[in-house]
C-alpha cells in the first residue's frame, strides 16, 4: 500500500469555472467535494482575448468562436486540475449537457444545469480526453511557462 499506488488509479481532468460561474464558486467547489474529486491545482486568472483564442485553438472557425473567446477574456475565470479515477468523465457528468436548455431540462442538478445561462454562458469547462487534459490544457495553466496568477492554490506536495 502506497501513495503512489493510489495515485496510479487516478485521473487528472481540467476544469474551468468560467465568467459566469465566478459568481458561483462557492458551490461549484462544494459540488466539485461533494463528488470526491482532488482539487491538486487551482489557479484564478483573466485571461487576455490572445490567451483565450490559443485555449480554445481547436474551435478556430466555428461559428461560436468569437463570442467564447470574448466571453472567456471577459472576466476573471477560475483553472483547476481535478483527480479522481474516471475524472474526465465524472467532470463532464456532475458538468451536464454543453447547451443550457438541454442541461437545464434533462439535468437540472447537473451543474450547467443550475448556472448555465444561454449557448455560450454555461458556467464551467471540462477537458474531453485525457490527452488535452495533461498535455493541453494542464499544462496551458499550470506548467512551467504558463502565465501569472490572479491567485494561486497548489496541493500538489501534500
Ligand atoms: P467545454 O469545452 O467548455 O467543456 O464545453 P463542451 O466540451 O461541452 O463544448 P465544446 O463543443 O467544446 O464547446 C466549447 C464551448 O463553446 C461554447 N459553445 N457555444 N453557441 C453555441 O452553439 C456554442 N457551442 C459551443 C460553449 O461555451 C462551450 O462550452
Ligand atoms: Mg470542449
Known amino acids: ?5 493510489l495515485n496510479s488509479q487516478a485521473e487528472i481532468t481540467l476544469a474551468m469555472i468560467k465568467p ?3 459568481y458561483h464558486i462557492g458551490d461549484i467547489i462544494a459540488e466539485i467535494y461533494k463528488a470526491e474529486f482532488r482539487i491538486n491545482k487551482m489557479k484564478m486568472v483573466h485571461l487576455t482575448k490572445q490567451q483565450a483564442e490559443e485555449f480554445y485553438a481547436v474551435h478556430y472557425g466555428k461559428p461560436f468562436y468569437n463570442n467564447l473567446v470574448d466571453f472567456m477574456s471577459s472576466g476573471r475565470i477560475v483553472a ?15 458538468i ?60 500538489s506536495t501534500l
Open 20 to 22: 459566469d460561474g465566478y
Open 96 to 155: 451536464g449537457p454543453t447547451n443550457f436548455e438541454v442541461a437545464r431540462r434533462e439535468k437540472p442538478n447537473s451543474i450547467r444545469g443550475k448556472f448555465a445561462s444561454d449557448g455560450t454562458r454555461n458556467a464551467v469547462h471540462g477537458s474531453d480526453s485525457s490527452e488535452n487534459a495533461k498535455i493541453v490544457e494542464s499544462n496551458f495553466f499550470f506548467g512551467r511557462n504558463s502565465f501569472k496568477p490572479v491567485a494561486l492554490f497548489d496541493n
Open 1 to 5: 500500500f502506497t501513495a503512489n499506488k
Open 80 to 94: 483547476l486540475e481535478l483527480s479522481k479515477p474516471d475524472a474526465i468523465q465524472a467532470w463532464r457528468n456532475l
